[in-house]
């Protein structure tokens, strides 16, 4: 079984801060994708890497693909408020998507 | 806005009841997705729809059902509910299954209450 696990689970930091959060698997996953999820919303695509060792930025976030395709980071460069949220990673194997348990992030300001 | 439409909004019902969730895919994606969020068991894949045809199954009850119609839209049959299918129910679309990538978008989820 595959199984994504992300860590940490709760981060409460203040505004300004930078934070990085994990996404880690036994398994070799052909895509990651992160997802940014509001309280009674859809998760929302953040990104996808596709290539082992890909660093990919989304204006203060950056994302990587680890070398051998089985993990991934986020980092928050300058966190505000508006980054709040529940964030997930999410694996992509044979047409389908195994997600992490994700992060719950609240950003104080 | 992601595209993906899902109605209704909100659902409240019975233990007992059967409710039919309905989503509507982004323009031109093929696939379909059912997804149920609890609070304390995460985002839980469901069942897969591909061009009308079921493609993976994933921690779908029996009670449950799901099938995609000749336009793409896709509808979700929840049977016999109990208080414990209460939970936020998301659809979300991909393109296909070409590539190894598999971006998926989201719709807004219906939240559905069994009491």
């Known amino acids: 079984t595959q199984l994504l696990e992300q860590s940490p689970q709760f981060l409460s930091i203040q505004e300004g801060e930078n934070l990085t959060v994990y996404c880690n698997s036994s398994s070799v996953f052909s895509s990651l994708q992160w997802y940014r999820q509001e309280p009674g919303e859809g998760p929302v695509l953040l990104v996808t890497?596709?290539?082992?060792?890909e660093v990919k930025k989304l204006k203060r976030l950056t994302f990587q693909f680890g070398d051998a395709r089985k993990d991934s980071s986020l980092h928050i460069t300058a966190a505000q408020p508006g980054d709040t949220g529940l964030y997930l990673c999410a694996g992509g194997s044979q047409g389908n998507l195994i997600f992490g348990k994700g992060t719950k992030l609240s950003v104080k300001p | 806005d992601s595209g993906v439409t899902q109605t209704p909004k909100h659902l409240i019902t019975a233990t007992g009841q059967r409710v039919t969730l309905r989503c509507s895919p982004r323009?031109?994606?093929?696939?379909v997705y059912w997804y149920q969020q609890s609070l304390d068991q995460g985002l839980q894949f469901l069942i897969q729809y591909y061009n009308g045809e079921e493609r993976a199954k994933g921690n779908i009850l029996e009670r449950f059902s799901a099938q995609q119609f000749p336009d793409l839209h896709s509808e979700l049959n929840l049977s016999s509910l109990e208080l414990g299918d209460s939970a936020l129910y998301f659809c979300?679309?991909?393109?296909?299954?070409?590539?190894?990538?598999?971006?998926?978008?989201f719709g807004p989820g219906t939240r559905l209450t069994v009491t």
């Open positions: 323009s031109g994606d093929l696939s």
């Open positions: 979300a679309s991909s393109r296909g299954l070409a590539g190894g990538v598999y971006e998926q978008y």
């Open positions: 890497v596709v290539t082992g060792g």
